[in-house]
């Protein structure tokens, strides 16, 4: 059994991840290199995403509106040097308030983590 948390950074995580690299590459004019160099991560990974092999989830939560403006917050903050990490919790707090997990997530998740 996962707490949320733990469904949140091995399922989700990497959507949010590919939708602020998208946000920067498509909106802020950034190359995959300098998107890589922002976030903390490669240039491949960074390819990985925009060509949606990782980060599979995107579809899932490009449909919430909130979900949308917070990466776009993000993407925003980055682009302007004044983001360092994201904060998991926000994440985690973001899903479960907009219901986010299917079903099945849910059935996976324990109760521990309350974010």
Same mark, same amino acid.
């Not at 060509?51 to 995107?58: A, D, I, N, P």
């Not at 903050?77 to 994201?86: F, G, L, R, V």
């Given at each position: 059994?996962?707490?949320?948390?733990?469904?949140?950074?091995?399922?989700? %995580?990497?959507?949010?991840?590919?939708? #602020? $690299?998208? +946000?920067?590459?498509?909106?802020? @004019?950034? *190359?995959?290199?300098?998107?890589?160099?922002?976030?903390?991560?490669?240039?491949?990974?960074?390819?990985?995403?925009?060509?949606?092999?990782?980060?599979?989830?995107?579809?899932?939560?490009?449909?919430?509106?909130? %979900?949308?403006?917070?990466?776009?917050? #993000? $993407?925003? +903050?980055?682009?302007?040097?004044? @983001?360092? *990490?994201?904060?998991?919790?926000?994440?985690?707090?973001?899903?479960?308030?907009?219901?986010?997990?299917?079903?099945?997530?849910?059935?996976?998740?324990?109760?521990?983590?309350?974010?």
């Amino acid at each position: 059994m996962k707490t949320f948390c733990e469904i949140v950074v091995s399922d989700f %995580l990497p959507a949010m991840r590919a939708m #602020v $690299a998208k +946000e920067l590459i498509n909106n802020y @004019h950034m *190359t995959q290199t300098d998107v890589a160099k922002k976030m903390g991560m490669t240039q491949p990974a960074v390819s990985y995403y925009m060509r949606e092999l990782r980060g599979t989830k995107v579809k899932i939560l490009q449909k919430n509106e909130k %979900l949308l403006e917070f990466v776009k917050k #993000v $993407a925003a +903050e980055i682009a302007a040097d004044k @983001h360092e *990490t994201i904060n998991m919790h926000e994440i985690c707090k973001h899903l479960r308030d907009e219901n986010i997990l299917t079903d099945r997530e849910k059935l996976q998740c324990c109760s521990l983590c309350k974010c």
